[in-house]
């Protein structure tokens, strides 16, 4: 699933090719990509013809773009959602479900999902600075200029969980999955098993300076890209996955240590540590 780096990668390219764009018209071609907008496909499509887009916003995983009529739309691409910008004439994906056209323009916007996990919808907001209500309880992520180091230790130590569990809970801290959780992990020598309640704040404070470090390098190289899925807004992948240190990487050696990377299945996916860098604590939280 993409996860706060490829996200944001995504809003980045939508400010710069649909902000101030007027919607011509809406097409949906699957309302499964819509199914959370409860109206349907004719209300999705009437409320969004004749708005303009405004800036694109992200909370975690999830963006949005307020419209100049009091709403937003909202996009979450689940595991293989993509918001493709595409000149009008060319072809359509194979999985192309939402088709936005602009006013004048030669590109249109394409909501492009082969396993339909995904999805589009829109609601009021009247706001454009506030965060829509049906994500409001999404936590701030660790780029967030308005994210609390103190309020995420304090809670945090709370959940009493391992420590992988709570850093993929998005109401504790969002944008967070199981690639930059594991990255993070590692180049904080903590095990995803680490109660969370023995943590300390310096153990703490490392970890979140790794989950800044390793989203921000990503984002520099244009997020991770293990398939054809994971691309930018003009269908581009991103080579973070060629810097991981842990992740994927079973049986390779440890870039610190040497020592080969371990992998152990963790909610129905995997966990990918060194054991001698990251040792299992007596005291497992899984």
């Known amino acids: 699933m993409p996860e706060l780096p490829e996200v944001e990668v995504v809003r980045r390219g939508l400010d710069r090719w649909v902000l101030g764009r007027p919607i011509e018209s809406v097409e949906v071609y699957n309302p499964r990509a819509i199914r959370r907008h409860t109206a349907g496909p004719l209300h999705f499509a009437e409320v969004l013809t004749g708005r303009t887009l405004r800036a694109a916003h992200r909370r975690g995983k999830y963006l949005w773009l307020p419209t100049d009529g009091g709403d937003a739309l909202i996009g979450h691409l689940g595991m293989s959602g993509q918001l493709l910008v595409q000149p009008t004439d060319s072809p359509d994906e194979t999985h192309l479900r939402v088709r936005i056209r602009f006013a004048g323009e030669d590109r249109e916007l394409r909501f492009v999902d082969q396993r339909t996990f995904g999805g589009l919808s829109v609601e009021p ?107 930018n807004v003009n269908g581009e992948s991103g080579y973070f996955d060629r810097s991981l240190a842990a992740y994927g990487r079973e049986d390779e050696p440890c870039p610190r240590c040497g020592t080969p990377i371990r992998r152990d299945a963790f909610m129905n996916r995997s966990s990918y540590t060194c054991p001698v860098c990251q040792p299992k604590p007596r005291r497992a939280r899984w």
Do not use: C
Request: glycine residues 8%.
């Open 125 to 231: 907001l009247p706001d454009p600075e506030d965060v829509p209500p049906s994500i409001a309880h999404i936590a701030r992520d660790p780029l967030d200029p308005k994210f609390d180091p103190g309020a995420f230790a304090t809670a945090l130590r709370r959940k009493k969980t391992g420590v992988k569990r709570a850093l993929l809970d998005q109401t504790l801290i969002s944008g967070v999955g199981n690639i930059y959780a594991d990255e993070a992990l590692w180049r904080a020598k903590l095990h995803y098993a680490r109660p969370t309640e023995t943590l300390t704040g310096p153990a703490i404070a490392t970890l979140l300076d790794g989950v800044r470090a390793v989203m921000l390098e990503a984002l520099d190289q244009g997020g991770t890209s293990f398939d054809s899925l994971y691309v």
